[in-house]
């Protein structure tokens, strides 16, 4: 099974700021990473597919990188609506798994 | 617009039974592999199964193989979960979620979600 290692699990920051999120995997995943985001209602939101993919109707501030094992999701500059909880997920391979996720929350 | 619509949570014993099902619109079911993801409280998300879209062919992750059963009924735009032998760490919010287009396992759109609670 691949093992997604998501960091930091807390992310303190500002409005304004530029953050970003790192997803290690524990081999390589040829890119077949995606982000989303989920808000405390419990509602899920898909954000970048295949590492570095908007989903259709994400603000441009959201973008993804990464290579091999080693992944990120960068928001330029944050807005209020963006202090949410986010997950990467690898499709590589079945299982399909998640990283633990990162809460990004008002310093 | 795509809506997914989870149905058939509830409080459930443990060792018993249950189905949840997901009723899909918006779009052509038949043309889309779909998935459920759960959510233990205030845990991670969880890939649980993912189904074909003509329902020939299944995955499961390890924690529920053998135990829930992935299926669909095209006619009826509907995903369904036949949960058995449920335990205490069932417990969660469990999504129903599409699959894009093939062979992408990414999931494009989820549905808000149902309560399963394992308890006696």
């Known amino acids: 099974d691949i093992q997604m290692t998501q960091s930091p699990s807390s992310l303190p920051a500002s409005l304004g700021e530029r953050v970003t999120i790192s997803c290690r995997a524990s081999?390589?995943?040829?890119?077949?990473l995606n982000w989303y985001q989920q808000k405390p209602d419990g509602t899920i939101k898909p954000l970048i597919y295949?590492?570095?993919n908007l989903q259709s109707g994400v603000p441009s501030r959201f973008s993804g990188s990464g290579s091999g094992t080693d992944y990120s999701l960068t928001i330029s500059s944050l807005e209020p609506e963006d202090f949410a909880m986010y997950y990467c997920q690898q499709d590589a391979s079945f299982p399909l798994t998640f990283g633990s996720g990162t809460k990004l929350e008002i310093k | 617009e795509v809506q997914l619509v989870e149905s058939g949570g509830g409080l459930v014993q443990p060792g018993r039974s249950l189905k949840l099902s997901c009723a899909a619109s918006g779009f052509t079911f038949s043309d889309y592999n779909m998935a459920w993801v759960r959510q233990a409280p205030t845990k991670g998300l969880e890939w649980v199964a993912s189904i074909s879209y003509g329902g020939s062919n299944t995955h499961y992750g390890d924690s529920v193989k053998g135990r829930f059963t992935i299926s669909r009924d095209n006619a009826k735009s509907t995903l369904y979960l036949q949960m058995d032998s449920l335990r205490s760490e069932d417990t969660a919010t469990y999504y129903c979620?599409?699959?894009?287009?093939?062979?992408?396992?990414?999931?494009?759109?989820w549905g808000q979600g149902v309560m399963v609670t394992v308890s006696s």
């Open positions: 295949y590492t570095s």
């Open positions: 979620a599409r699959h894009w287009i093939t062979p992408s396992l990414y999931f494009d759109y």
């Open positions: 081999q390589g995943i040829s890119n077949n």
